[in-house]
């Protein structure tokens, strides 16, 4: 099966400028968030976790859709609340931040539960695609953003592997495989909204 492969090999298949691009997108969002620390850090310390990760999730995706723009077989689709891009017709990405076991935040929508469940089809018909996380690992405590990395999962309560990514301008080789803190899945927190008449809409909210 796909999923039984070494993560090595999905850096390879997505190659080397999306790989880094994806790196150095993390990269600048935190240098994002030390300039906010440093121009506001009343604000940064008052500022809730869902929304001081969104707002990084704002920066990484600023970055993100600029230095992956016009590279071959690259889409992205900015259609709030929901972000997404498209590698070629088989990787389908969203950026999420990862706490340090692997696990990562979601509300359990429909598309939601696809996406992590590798259910999710490529806009045109019949087409499968593989569902990857990328974005950071989050230092709670500190709250500071860790190293950039990549993951894998079969369902909402199966991680497969989760990757660090190069550090910028490093093309070659993936990083080492980070495995879950405690044997065995490890599923992603689930946060259920509160206003659960519009769960399109909180999908985005809490895009981290």
């Known amino acids: 099966m796909f999923f039984e492969s070494e993560p090595q090999a999905v850096l390879d298949d997505l190659g080397d400028k999306v790989v880094n691009g994806l790196s150095r997108s993390v990269a600048l969002a935190r240098v994002d968030l030390d300039d906010y620390r440093t121009m506001a850090p009343g604000w940064v310390a008052t500022s809730s976790e869902r929304g001081l990760g969104n707002w990084i999730h704002d920066r990484m995706w600023t970055h993100a859709a600029g230095l992956l723009d016009g590279v071959d077989g690259v889409s992205l689709v900015d259609n709030e609340p929901t972000r997404e891009i498209y590698i070629g017709t088989r990787y389908w990405l969203r950026l999420k931040r990862?706490?340090?076991?692997?696990?990562?935040?979601?509300?359990?929508?429909?598309?939601?539960?696809?996406?992590?469940?590798q259910g999710g089809t490529m806009p045109l018909p019949g087409l499968g695609v593989v569902s990857l996380i990328v974005g950071y690992e989050w230092v709670r405590e500190a709250r500071q953003m860790g190293t950039a990395v990549l993951s894998l999962r079969t369902s909402a309560d199966d991680i497969v592997w989760v990757v660090e990514l190069p550090d910028v301008g490093e093309l070659g080789g993936g990083g080492e495989v980070v495995r879950p803190t405690v044997p065995g899945p490890k599923p992603p927190t689930v946060?259920?909204?509160?206003?659960?008449?519009?769960?399109?809409k909180t999908e985005g909210t809490a895009q981290e």
């Open 98 to 117: 990862h706490h340090l076991d692997g696990s990562v935040s979601t509300y359990p929508t429909p598309t939601a539960l696809d996406f992590l469940g």
């Open 191 to 200: 946060t259920m909204p509160g206003d659960a008449a519009q769960p399109d």
